[in-house]
C-alpha cells in the first residue's frame, strides 16, 4: 500500500465515521453536468431526484452539485460527496466516466450509478435510455406528417447518441414516406438557445415541414409556430406549452423510476452493480400525447409500433438495412446488437451527407 | 448538395433578427466606450435583462412592459459597476468581468421560477402593403419592433455623437477626461450615465432573446453573446455605423453557415461552425491594413481611471 | 461633503487590510442572500471558507485540491499580468490554454504507448508552443496590420473551442472508447502523466510550474530592464518609446509569454487532474485569471494570494452546495459579491477620505 493509498483509505475511514454520525438516513447525491434550470438534460435528472425525495420522505437525504465540469472538478465534486457520507451517487453525464471509476476504487462501500457511460466496477453501475425507440415513433409520424417530404433535423455533436437518434428516425420516416429526406444541421453546441432558432429557421426556409431536435431548449418549436404549417416534438421534456400545434408528440426523460427502484434497493442491501439500457416499456422514454393534429389513423399507427416496441415483439434496428455507402448491414431479421449501436458512428443507406469526424 | 435552396432574401431577413441582440449590446457599449469607460459586463447585464424582462412580462402578461423592465434592470446592474469603477475607482476590466460572474448568478437566482414556461408575444407591426413588396418587403418590412428600434437605435447614437453638443461632450471625456474636467463637465456624472445606458441596451438586447427570439428562459442562456458584442464595438473602431455593419456581418455568417449545413454543403462543420469568428476577424485585419484610413479610432481615456485632483 | 483625495503612495496598511475588510463586507452581503434563501447564514460562511481548510472530514483532502484549483489560474494570470501591465490586452487566454492542452496532448497520444523520459518533458515543450503559437496569431497581426489583439485573440477562443471539439470527436478519439467522444486518459499512460510530486499534496508539475512563474515574474519586473521596459510601455507609451522600446517587441514577447503560460497550464491539466481531451475540456480559467491578475493588482505576489482566494471561494461553494443546498447560482453571486468588494474598498489603500469642504487653494 502506497502513501497515496493510505491517505484516501484514512480519509475514507473518516468518512465511514460521517456517515454513521449521520443515522442511518440512506444519504443519496446526484451530480449534474448543467444548472438545474437548463429545462432539459439536468432539469429531468433533478426531476428524477425530487421524485426520489417524495417517494421515500424522511428515509433518504438528497444532496446535489450543479454544473460540475467533466474532470478534476467532477472528481473532487464526488470525492467530497463520499467524503460527506453518501451511499449512492448518480453522476448524470457521459463525461464522467473516469471520474466515477477513479473516485468508486477510493470508497469501496459508496456505490455509484453513471449514467450513458461503459465503464463498471463492483460498485459502478451504469444506465441509459434507448430514447432511439422515441425517435422511430418521431419518424414515423414526421414520416406521415410531412408534405415537402422534407424533414429537418437539429443535432448537437456527431456522438453515437445523436447518430443512433438521426437514423431510427429516418428509418421510421422511409418506412411511411419513401419520398422522405432528411437535412442534419450540426449546432456543435450543447446549449445555445438562439443558435437554435437560428437552425430552425433555416430549415425551414429550406422547405422542411417537419422538425425533429436533438437539443434540448424550445426555441425550435417557437421558429415553428411563427412559420405556421410546421410540425415539431418536444425533446427531453414535454414542452406542452407549444401543443397541440406546432408540437405534436415528444420524447420524455424520465429517470425517477430508476432513481426510486436504485435506492430501494440500497436501502434493501440488495444493490449490486448492473448495466440498464431501458427504453419505452419501463416508462424510462416517455412518449408525449400525441395530439389532435396527428390524424387519427396515424396516432393509431404511432401507438402501435410504441406498444410493439414495449413489448419487445420489435426492434426499431430491425434487417433488411444497409449502410450509407450501400454495404449490408443487417439481414432480413436481424437485430442490432447492442455493441454496434452504442458506438454507432455511421448513417444508415438513405440518408445524404455525412458524420462529421 | 442544394444551394439552390438558399433563399437570400429570406437569408437576410434572418440575419437581421439574429443581429438585434447583440446590435443592441453593442450600440450601448459603444456609446460607454466613447466616453472613456470599459464595461466588460456587458454579458453579465444582457442575461440579467434576459430574465428581468422575462419575469415581467410573464407577470404582467405585457411584453411591453418586459421589455422596460429588462432596460431598468440591465441598467441599475450596469450601476454597479458605475458606482465601484467611477466613484470608488476600481478596475474596469476587473470589475466588468466580476458583473459579468454576478450577472450570471443574480439572473439564475430569480429565474429559478420560470424555466418551462412560454412569455407572451409581442405583436408584430402589420405594415400592410410594404409587406408585400416582392424582396424588399421580406428583407425590410416583415420584423418586429425591436428589430426596427435595434435600427433607430443605431441612427440615433450616430446622430448624437455627430451632430449634438452633448455628444460631443462625452467625446470629450472620453478623449481627454482631465481636459474635460478643467472645463467645467462632470466627468463622472456623464460617464454613469454612459453606463446606465449602455446597461439598458444590453438588457434589452437580452431580452430580445429571452422574449422574442428563443423565446424561453434557461439559465445562460445567452451563451456569449455579450462576449461577441465587446468584439462588435472593437471591430465598430468605436464608429456606431460600422457597429451595424460588424453585427451583420456576424450574424449573417452564423445563420449562412446554418443554411449551407442544411443545404449540404461538402465543408467540415467545425469550420463551419468557426467560420463567424473567422470572418469577423479577417474583415477586420483588412480593413485596420489599410493605412489610408485612421484605423485606431479608441477613445484615448478608454480604460483609465478619473480622479479629479483639483 | 465626503471626498478622496489622492494618497501620494499607496497606504501599506491598507494594502493588508482592504482585502480583509472586503471579506467582512462579503460576508455580510452575502450572508444576508443566503438568509433570504433560507439558509442559515453563519453556517453557509463558515462551509465556504473554513470548512476547505479546518473541516475535519473535508480539509485533508480539500486543502490539497486547493493548490490544484489555483494552479492554472495563477499561471495564466502571471502571464497575463505582464502583458497588462504593458497596455497588451490578451482576453484569449481560454484559447491559448486549450490549444496548449491539444498540442501536449496531442505528442503524447501521437506516440502512444512509447514508454520513454523525455515524452512528459516533450509534452511540457509542446503544450507552450502550443500557447504560444495560438497567442502569435493576434501578436502578429497587431504588429503587421494594427489589428486590435482584444478582438482576435477573444474570438479566437471560440475557434479553440471548436478544434478542441473536432480533436475530441475525431482525430484524438479513444480508438478504444466504442465511439465515445474524448480522447484517452492520460492519467492511465505513465509515461505522459502529470501525476502528484507529493502524494496527496495536490502538488503536481502544474503547480510546481505556477510557483516557478510567480517567482520568474518578481525577478522580472524588479530586476531586468525588460520588466521595466514592460511597466515604463504601461505607464507612458511615449516616454518608452524615446527611451528606445520597441513596442512591436513588446507586443510579441508580452503575448508570446502569456500565451506560453497559458498553454502550460492547459498542458498540465490535461495530462494531470482532467486527464482526457474532451469536448467541455475548457471551463473559463482563462477568463477567471483575468480577474485574478487584477485582484492580485498586477503584482506576482498577488495574484497568488488571489488565485489561493479564488481557488477556495470554488472549493468552499461546492460544499455550500451539497451540504447545505444553496444553488449554485447562488454561489456564482456570492463569488461576483466578494470580487466587487474587493475592487471596490481597494480605493482606501490608493486614497484617503476626507470629511468638509474643499478648501481653497
Known amino acids: 500500500m502506497n502513501r497515496r493509498t493510505l491517505l484516501a483509505s484514512a480519509a475514507f475511514a473518516l468518512g465511514l465515521a460521517g456517515a454513521a454520525a449521520a443515522q442511518d438516513r440512506v444519504k443519496v447525491g446526484f451530480v449534474y453536468v448543467g444548472p438545474i434550470g437548463d429545462g432539459g438534460w439536468t432539469y429531468e435528472h433533478d426531476k428524477g431526484r425530487l421524485a426520489v425525495e417524495a417517494h421515500f420522505g424522511d428515509a433518504v437525504e438528497t444532496v446535489y452539485q450543479e454544473s460540475v465540469p467533466e474532470g478534476a472538478d467532477a472528481e473532487r465534486v464526488m470525492t467530497q460527496m463520499a467524503l460527506s457520507g453518501a451511499d449512492l451517487i448518480f453522476a448524470t453525464s457521459f463525461g464522467f466516466m473516469d471520474p466515477v471509476i477513479n473516485v468508486a476504487q477510493k470508497f469501496p462501500d459508496v456505490k455509484f450509478e453513471h449514467a450513458t457511460g461503459y465503464k463498471r466496477a463492483d460498485n459502478v453501475s451504469t444506465y441509459s435510455a434507448r430514447f432511439y425507440e422515441g425517435r422511430a415513433v418521431q ?24 447518430v443512433r437518434g438521426i437514423n431510427s428516425a429516418f428509418i421510421h420516416a422511409r418506412k411511411v414516406n419513401p419520398d422522405v429526406q432528411f437535412k442534419v444541421i450540426w449546432a456543435y453546441t450543447w446549449f445555445d438557445p438562439a443558435k437554435e432558432a437560428d437552425a430552425a429557421t433555416a430549415l425551414i426556409e429550406q422547405g422542411a415541414d417537419v422538425i425533429l431536435q436533438h437539443t434540448d431548449s424550445t426555441a425550435p418549436q417557437a421558429a415553428a409556430e411563427r412559420a405556421g404549417n410546421v410540425y415539431t416534438f418536444g425533446q427531453a421534456s414535454d414542452m406542452i406549452e407549444y401543443a397541440p400545434k406546432p408540437r405534436i408528440s415528444s420524447i ?3 429517470w425517477a423510476p430508476y432513481y ?37 389513423e396515424v396516432k ?57 469526424q | 448538395m442544394d444551394l439552390g435552396a438558399i433563399n437570400p432574401a429570406v437569408l437576410a431577413a434572418s440575419l437581421m433578427v439574429a443581429a438585434t441582440p447583440i446590435l443592441l449590446a453593442a450600440i450601448g457599449e459603444l456609446v460607454v466606450e466613447k466616453s472613456g469607460v470599459l464595461n466588460l459586463g456587458v454579458e453579465g447585464m444582457m442575461i440579467t435583462g434576459a430574465i428581468v424582462g422575462f419575469a415581467i412580462a410573464v407577470e404582467t402578461g405585457n411584453p411591453a412592459l418586459g421589455f422596460l423592465a429588462a432596460m431598468a434592470g440591465g441598467a441599475a446592474l450596469s450601476l454597479v459597476f458605475g458606482i465601484l469603477t467611477q466613484v470608488l475607482m476600481s478596475n474596469q476590466v476587473a470589475t466588468g468581468l466580476a458583473l459579468t460572474l454576478f450577472g450570471l448568478g443574480f439572473s439564475a437566482l430569480i429565474g429559478q421560477g420560470y424555466v418551462g414556461v412560454k412569455p407572451p408575444a409581442l405583436a ?43 455628444g460631443l461632450i462625452l467625446r470629450a471625456v472620453g478623449e481627454n477626461h482631465d481636459a474635460a474636467h478643467a472645463l467645467g ?40 453573446a455579450g462576449w461577441i458584442a465587446l468584439a462588435i464595438v472593437v471591430f465598430a473602431s468605436w464608429r456606431a455605423g460600422r457597429v451595424l455593419l460588424g453585427a451583420y456581418l456576424f450574424g449573417g455568417v452564423a445563420v449562412l453557415q446554418l443554411n449551407l449545413q442544411a443545404a449540404g454543403l461538402a465543408v467540415p462543420v467545425e469550420l463551419l461552425s468557426a467560420s463567424p469568428y473567422l470572418v469577423t476577424i479577417l474583415v477586420l485585419v483588412i480593413i485596420s491594413a489599410d493605412r489610408g484610413r485612421a484605423a485606431l479610432n479608441a477613445p484615448a481615456s478608454l480604460g483609465r481611471v478619473f480622479h479629479a485632483s483639483s | 461633503m465626503i471626498r478622496l483625495e489622492k494618497r501620494p503612495q499607496p497606504s501599506r496598511a491598507w494594502t493588508v487590510a482592504t482585502p480583509l475588510l472586503a471579506v467582512a463586507l462579503t460576508m455580510v452581503a452575502g450572508g444576508l442572500m443566503f438568509a433570504l434563501l433560507g439558509k442559515d447564514p453563519v453556517v453557509a460562511i463558515r462551509t465556504i471558507f473554513w470548512d476547505p481548510l479546518f473541516h475535519e472530514q473535508f480539509a485533508s483532502y480539500s486543502r490539497p485540491q486547493l493548490l490544484v484549483k489555483a494552479g492554472p489560474l495563477i499561471l495564466i494570470a502571471t502571464g497575463l499580468s505582464l502583458g497588462f501591465r504593458a ?52 501578436a502578429i497581426l497587431k504588429t503587421r496590420f494594427r ?215
Not at chain 1, 276 to 283: E, S
Not at chain 1, 303 to 328: C, K, V, W
Not at chain 2, 194 to 208: K, P, S, T, V
Open chain 2, 124 to 166: 408584430k407591426p402589420d405594415l400592410g402593403p410594404l409587406a408585400d413588396i416582392p424582396v424588399l418587403g421580406r428583407v425590410l418590412f416583415s420584423h418586429d419592433l425591436i428589430v426596427y428600434l435595434g435600427l433607430a437605435l443605431v441612427v440615433a447614437v450616430w446622430a448624437f455623437l455627430r451632430f449634438t453638443r452633448p
Open chain 3, 147 to 361: 489589428t486590435n489583439e482584444i478582438l482576435v485573440s477573444l474570438l479566437l477562443v471560440y475557434v479553440a473551442e471548436q478544434v478542441l471539439a473536432s480533436m475530441a470527436l475525431g482525430l484524438m478519439k479513444n480508438p478504444e472508447g466504442g465511439g465515445f467522444p474524448g480522447s484517452r486518459n492520460l492519467q492511465h499512460y505513465p509515461a505522459a502523466a502529470n501525476t502528484e510530486l507529493i502524494a496527496g499534496t495536490g502538488m503536481h508539475w502544474g503547480v510546481a510550474a505556477a510557483f516557478i512563474a510567480v517567482i520568474a515574474a518578481y525577478v522580472l519586473l524588479t530586476r531586468h530592464i525588460l520588466g521595466f521596459q514592460i511597466r515604463l510601455a504601461g505607464q507612458s507609451p511615449r516616454a518608452a518609446r524615446f527611451a528606445g522600446v520597441n513596442p512591436n517587441a513588446l507586443v510579441v514577447i508580452c503575448l508570446g509569454l502569456s500565451g506560453a503560460l497559458a498553454g502550460l497550464a492547459g498542458m498540465f491539466e490535461v495530462a494531470g487532474p482532467a486527464g482526457r481531451v474532451n469536448i467541455g475540456f475548457n471551463q473559463g480559467y482563462g477568463f477567471t485569471a483575468i480577474i485574478v491578475a487584477f485582484l492580485g493588482r498586477l503584482h506576482p505576489v498577488g495574484i497568488l494570494l488571489a488565485g489561493l482566494l479564488m481557488a477556495l471561494t470554488y472549493i468552499g461553494g461546492e460544499l455550500a452546495q451539497f451540504m447545505l443546498g444553496i444553488p449554485s447560482a447562488a454561489i456564482q453571486a456570492f463569488q461576483g459579491m466578494l470580487l466587487f468588494f474587493l475592487l471596490g474598498v481597494d480605493v482606501l489603500s490608493n486614497y484617503r477620505i476626507r470629511l468638509g469642504r474643499r478648501r481653497i487653494a
Open chain 2, 185 to 224: 463637465y462632470k466627468v463622472v456624472r456623464i460617464r454613469l450615465a454612459a453606463i446606465a445606458f449602455g446597461g439598458a441596451c444590453a438588457g434589452l438586447g437580452g431580452a430580445y432573446l429571452s422574449l422574442m427570439r428563443v423565446p424561453q428562459w434557461t439559465e445562460g442562456m445567452t451563451a456569449g
Open chain 3, 87 to 138: 497596455g497588451i490586452w490578451n482576453i484569449g487566454a481560454e484559447g491559448q490554454y486549450i490549444m496548449g492542452a491539444l498540442a501536449g496532448a496531442g505528442v503524447a497520444l501521437a506516440l502512444y504507448p512509447l514508454d520513454a523520459w523525455f515524452l512528459f518533458p516533450l509534452m511540457v515543450l509542446a503544450g507552450a508552443l502550443g500557447g504560444w503559437a495560438w497567442a502569435m496569431i493576434p
Open chain 1, 300 to 356: 393509431a399507427e404511432a401507438e402501435a409500433l410504441i406498444a410493439a416496441m414495449a413489448s419487445g415483439e420489435y426492434h426499431p434496428f430491425t434487417g433488411p438495412l444497409n449502410r450509407q455507402d450501400g454495404t449490408p448491414w443487417l439481414a432480413e431479421g436481424e437485430v442490432a446488437d447492442d455493441g454496434t449501436l452504442l458506438g454507432m458512428n455511421f448513417y444508415v443507406e438513405g440518408l445524404t451527407g455525412t458524420v462529421p
Open chain 1, 139 to 162: 419518424g414515423l409520424i414526421a414520416g406521415h406528417m410531412t408534405e415537402s417530404n422534407i424533414i429537418g433535423y437539429i443535432a448537437s455533436y456527431p456522438i453515437p447518441e445523436v
Open chain 1, 260 to 296: 426510486i427502484e436504485r435506492v430501494q434497493a440500497v436501502i434493501d442491501g440488495t444493490w449490486e452493480s448492473v448495466d440498464t439500457w431501458d427504453g419505452i416499456a419501463p416508462g424510462m422514454v416517455g412518449i408525449g400525447e400525441i395530439t389532435e393534429a396527428v390524424p387519427a
Open chain 1, 252 to 254: 420524455i426523460d424520465n
